[in-house]
């Protein structure tokens, strides 16, 4: 899929404080660095979750974890057939790990800073003294006459380090053979080396309290554009004010920024019946916390009537959203006021849908709210820190390496969720295998139909195009 920009990656980093910076100047008083990311360079915290499966896929492929203890990691989510994510650490990308629908299993690709972090035991080649300039500053392949030696464990199409005599990564790259098979060529090409954007990686430790204080000054500034956002909006549109609230990151850092705007105003909570557990006790202590009215409505009842009726719900054929969501939630308001003002954590970011989007909009499938968004400029590591700042009570999914909410079985997923979800979340998805069996068999549909993934899509793709309700 091709990279999507989607606004100015904002990404820079403080060698002093080893912290990433959304700007210029840290809040120490040192200039930062950019750092190139792939678009649209909508990155996130790594949290424990993604640490550990980071350091176990490269631990099982390379014999050495990529991310130090203590050290601040971030994920930039790239496109991809299913999931690929870019990992920065010391201001550099160090490496992706890639997620392989067909073997379901994930792949690490290192990039040549990833040799500041680790030395690799388990998939490597070490090249003559000779072929280091070659290989290092032009990225020509290792060919045969210049391979020193190669590890038993390197098969061809694995990823590989490519070391000097004295352990000093100079590239990396996939092997084009084995082991066995490079040992008896006297020419040819064993690595085809990979060319990358490169940046210094500088790895110090730190915390996320440290990248709060970094980027205080760019966190005040962002609250205070987003503020008088809401202030001149709701001036402007006399209507009785809500927050629409999923669960999710974005959605729980609009409504601390209204909030503080306006004072406390009621939540707009849809109840699809498909939310994960953690969704709902999300909602119980966000409302605990802050004293929150929370007015609800459910759709769970009108999905499984129309999916009985179309089939699954997929990427180019979204009726679930409008189903579960924005009918129930027309009637909630009508009941209600009658029409409302309601505050959504819409982020450009997220879609190139959004990206287009205005920052105050009527949905003609829900035309008694007028829609606005406070933080459509914030990129997810702006919602990210500013929960931090604030102590907010987030979502659990996220530290459990689930980088959106939603519903359980949303077709917008990536096959490595649907397999996350399979494995930890047993009852429900059996709940939803049952009913898709139903409907697969009813309709005669191939055996791998929906292992597959298939029933996510009906003609096409077009992901950015739909990517949130």
């Known amino acids: 899929m091709p990279s999507l920009y989607l606004g100015k990656i904002q990404l820079h980093w403080c060698d002093i404080c080893h912290v990433p910076v959304l700007g210029g100047r840290c809040s120490c008083g040192a200039e930062t660095r950019s750092v190139p990311l792939t678009p649209p360079g909508d990155m996130r915290p790594a949290f424990e979750y993604d640490i550990d499966l980071i350091n176990r896929i490269y631990t099982d492929h390379f014999g050495a974890p990529l991310i130090p203890e203590g050290h601040i990691a971030l994920l930039n989510k790239v496109p991809d057939k299913d999931r690929m994510e870019e990992i920065v650490v010391g201001g550099a990308v160090v490496g992706q790990i890639r997620y392989l629908p067909d073997k379901e299993e994930w792949e690490p690709i290192p990039r040549p800073a990833a040799g500041v ?9 070490v090249i003559d003294d000779g072929a280091i300039a070659s290989v290092q500053d032009e990225g020509a392949s290792v060919l045969a006459p210049g391979l020193a030696w190669i590890a038993d464990s390197v098969e061809a199409g694995d990823e590989v ?16 053979v084995g082991a066995a098979e490079a040992r008896t060529m006297e020419r040819g090409a064993i690595v085809r080396t990979r060319r990358n954007t490169s940046a210094p990686c500088i790895p110090g430790a730190a915390t996320w309290a440290d990248a709060v204080r970094a980027n205080r000054a760019i966190l005040d500034n962002y609250e205070a554009m987003a503020m ?9 549109n006399p209507l009785p004010a809500t927050v629409s609230f999923s669960g999710g990151k974005d959605s729980l850092v609009t409504l601390l920024i209204v909030q503080k705007a306006l004072g406390k105003v009621p939540i707009l909570f849809s109840d699809t019946g498909l939310e994960f557990p953690e969704t709902y006790e999300n909602l119980r202590a966000v409302q605990e916390k802050y004293d929150l009215e929370v007015v609800s409505c459910s759709g769970e009842a009108a999905f499984w009537e129309t999916l009985t009726e179309q089939g699954p719900p997929a990427v180019d054929a979204r009726w679930c959203c409008k189903v579960c969501k924005l009918t129930p939630i027309g009637g909630a308001i009508r009941e209600r006021w009658g029409e409302c003002l309601s505050f959504i954590g819409q982020r450009k970011y997220e879609s190139f849908k959004r990206m287009k989007s205005g920052r105050v909009w009527r949905n003609p499938n829900l035309p008694v709210q007028l ?21 907010a009570p987030y979502n659990a999914l996220y530290g459990a390496g689930f980088d959106r909410v939603g519903c359980y079985m949303c077709p917008s997923s990536d096959i490595s969720v649907l397999r996350r979800i399979e494995q930890d979340y047993p009852d ?9 069996a139903a409907w697969q068999k009813d309709k005669g549909l191939p055996e791998d139909w929906f292992r597959s993934g298939s029933w996510r899509k009906r003609e096409g793709d077009p992901r950015e195009e739909s990517s949130s309700c």
């Open 161 to 176: 380090f490519i070391m000097t005599k004295d352990h000093r990564c100079v590239g990396v790259g996939r092997a084009r």
């Open 428 to 436: 429900l998805w059996e709940q939803w295998n049952s009913r898709i």
């Open 228 to 236: 008088a956002f809401v202030r001149d909006v709701a001036a402007a």
């Open 117 to 125: 972090l680790m030395v690799p035991t388990e998939r490597y080649v």
């Open 371 to 391: 829609s606005a968004a406070p933080i459509q400029h914030w990129t997810a590591l702006h919602v990210w820190l500013y929960l931090f700042a604030e102590n």
